[in-house]
């Protein structure tokens, strides 16, 4: 068990939808990080949150938003749903430790788009 | 971030030693080297991390060149529980703007 917990674990919608997912890091760590996988495409980075404030952005599409609460819990907020985002969607927590980066990933969120 | 390159695939059998070389040739001057071990359906697990020479944890072992544009992770007397996907990255520990995990190598471990 990292510490990281992400709701939900399964979540089918049908395109066109929008939803939301959630994360919550280790107690501790101020750094979020979101990613997905799919089959034919690895694991992608998306999106860093850092106590509230983006810090880095990958390949993360329009149609996807994420934030970081206060508590330092983070959603990530996916609309007009496609068949190709259908993946495992995985958050990760870091302390941000300036010589040391381990990143600690949660269960992920597999999502279906019908 | 560095690009690196690994085997897709490896196989073995339990109680071997196993060793993944990871090559990062166009790493930089302050790019650490980092391991991941992801199982099927579950989020990447952090293994061991290194900077020069040799890193070893309770885990695994981490040998880098005097050049660094290459790194093994070797991993002692492997079990069935050891078949995973293995994912070497190269970068800053502390920028993440290219946090990329590769297609990783595929470790199958047979009795």
């Known amino acids: 068990d990292s510490g990281v917990t992400q709701t939900p674990k399964h979540l089918i919608t049908a395109t066109g939808q929008r939803v939301t997912l959630r994360c919550s890091p280790r107690?501790?760590?101020?750094?979020v990080y979101w990613y997905q996988q799919s089959l034919d495409q690895g694991l992608q980075f998306l999106i860093q949150y850092y106590n509230g404030e983006e810090r880095a952005k990958g390949n993360i599409l329009e149609r996807f938003s994420a934030q970081q609460f206060p508590d330092l819990h983070s959603e990530l907020n996916l609309s007009s749903l496609e068949l190709g985002d259908s993946a495992l969607y995985f958050c990760?927590?870091?302390?941000?430790?300036?010589?040391?980066?381990?990143?600690?990933f949660g269960p992920g969120t597999r999502l279906t788009v019908l | 971030l560095a690009k690196t390159t690994q085997p897709i695939s490896m196989d073995s059998y339990e109680g071997q030693e196993v060793n993944i070389t990871c090559s990062h040739n166009n790493i930089a001057t302050n790019d650490y080297i980092t391991w991941y071990q992801q199982f099927p359906s579950q989020g990447p697990r952090f293994i061991i991390q290194g900077y020069k020479t040799k890193v070893t944890n309770e885990v695994a072992s981490l040998f880098i060149p005097a050049d660094r544009k290459s790194s093994t992770l070797s991993l002692p007397r492997v079990s069935l529980s050891d078949t995973a996907v293995y994912y070497c990255l190269v970068g800053l520990t502390y920028n993440n703007n290219d946090m990329r995990f590769g297609a990783g190598t595929r470790l199958t471990v047979k009795p």
């Open positions: 107690s501790g760590d101020l750094s």
């Open positions: 990760a927590s870091s302390a941000w430790r300036v010589s040391y980066n381990e990143q600690f």
